[in-house]
């Protein structure tokens, strides 16, 4: 038996209230391109609509003009989806809480998660939104996924309750000494001060 290798994601569906709150949250407030939109072809009476979330890849949502957003959160319960988290340069990432408390959009505040930070808050029909900015950038030729599994065996082999940032800048390391190659016989650390007894 074979796997279905997937290579990514292709798009996110999400239900819908009205076409214009869709348009004025996944655009107006997240700033995501509204590039395409036709029927929905499998409910007539429904419409769908296409945003671009940065990366070329689709947000698309199921919208009906009878369907209005509701104030309250979406049900956390088995087999739902509990948020997206989208990712935000750092000079975004600084604005988030300004530009929230602005509109007057309630969130969580920052969120250290010892290898990025985020930010929560539901968009118009409860549904919660992440925005996370990676403390850290991989190594040429690396992933975020690998240096996070990386991390992850460095910190399960100390015992460590959760990934900090001593994990995640070891990984690093250990990942540019696998992938990179150099002259020295010996690429440990070195005191090129004389300071170490």
Known sequence: MKKLQTQGVHH????????????????????????????????????HLYFDPGDGRL?????????????????????????????????????????????????SGEVDRGFMYSFYFRDPLGFLIELANYKFEPPAGSSHA???LE???????????????????????VLTERGTRSLSADRGPRDPYGKEK
């Open 151 to 173: 991390a992850h065996l460095l910190r399960t082999a100390r015992g460590d309750h959760h990934i900090s940032d001593v994990h995640v800048a070891d990984a690093i390391e």
């Open 12 to 47: 996110i569906t999400l239900i819908g209230a009205d076409r214009q709150t869709s348009i004025d949250f996944w655009e107006g407030v997240l700033g995501m391109p509204f590039v395409f939109e036709q029927p929905n072809l499998d409910v007539p009476d429904d419409n």
């Open 146 to 148: 690998e240096v996070l």
């Open 59 to 107: 947000i698309t949502v199921f919208t009906r003009e009878d369907r209005k957003p509701r104030d309250r959160p979406t049900p956390e319960v088995i087999g739902a989806v509990h948020h997206i988290a989208f990712t935000v340069s750092r000079a975004v990432y600084t604005q988030i809480r300004e530009r929230l408390d602005e509109r007057g959009i309630s969130h």
